[in-house]
């Protein structure tokens, strides 16, 4: 249902952006979040849609992450610049309501020094 893709490698301070492409199953994009996990570590909530819609941050990547959604397309993105070695990680993007709860399969972004 989930599919998330735009990971690669990049150097400090550059930018890169993430996609997680919804499938007609999933009735809103205002439930899809982004979380990241790097190695040996919990996974963590990078950015979601408020009940209202609007973008939040955690406060790790805030000023340099940004949720965005495209309707027509069904997909939401996640736009990070000025990134940073810390930023390694596997990010997933997940959708979550009262009912359901998918991941997607994962992207890996690496931040070099």
């Known amino acids: ?27 809103s994009t205002n439930y899809i979040s982004w979380y990241r996990q790097a190695p040996g570590k919990q996974r963590d909530l990078v950015a979601r849609f408020t009940y209202g819609g609007s973008p939040v941050s955690a406060d790790s990547v805030k000023g340099r992450f940004t949720i965005s959604r495209d309707f027509a397309k069904n997909t939401v993105y996640l736009q990070m610049n000025s990134l940073r070695p810390e930023d390694t990680a596997v990010y997933y993007c997940r959708y979550s309501d ?12 690496t931040v070099s020094s």
Do not use: K
């Open 98 to 109: 009262y009912r359901n709860d998918y991941w997607g399969q994962g992207t890996l972004v």
């Open 1 to 27: 249902q989930l599919q998330a893709s735009g990971g690669g490698l990049v150097q400090a301070g550059g930018s890169l952006r993430l996609s997680c492409a919804a499938s007609g199953s999933i009735p």
